[in-house]
């Protein structure tokens, strides 16, 4: 099995920064893809970046990296704004057996 746990989130003001975590353990499968996904309060989970796709919304403000060695993927996000309000989840896809493991969840809220 896989475990995902994230960290980073917080209350910001709209404008502000913050960078998510989110290290992986255990069964890490060898060909596997991590991005982060978020769900505000009425509305379906949608995909924010992973390293070959970003939300159209998140452009130029977030940026998505990732630690292979620690096995560990971070969102950077700058310049943020109310809307960027919800809880960000880390995923982690099994590409062979298209499996998605899923963080916790950590809460972002940016408001003033």
């Known amino acids: 099995q896989v475990q995902l746990v994230e960290s980073g989130g917080g209350l910001v003001q709209p404008g502000g920064s913050l960078r998510l975590s989110c290290a992986a353990s255990?069964?890490?499968?060898?060909?596997?893809?991590m991005g982060w996904y978020r769900q505000a309060p009425g509305k379906r989970r949608e995909l924010v970046a992973t390293?070959?796709n970003y939300l159209d919304s998140v452009k130029g403000r977030f940026t998505i990296s990732r630690d292979n060695a620690k096995n560990t993927v971070y969102l950077q996000m700058n310049s943020l704004k109310p809307e960027d309000t919800a809880v960000y989840y880390c995923?982690?896809?099994?590409?062979?057996?298209?499996?998605?493991?899923w963080g916790q969840g950590t809460q972002v809220t940016v408001s003033s």
């Open positions: 995923n982690l896809r099994d590409n062979i057996l298209r499996y998605d493991y």
């Open positions: 255990g069964s890490i499968p060898r060909f596997n893809t």
């Open positions: 390293s070959t």
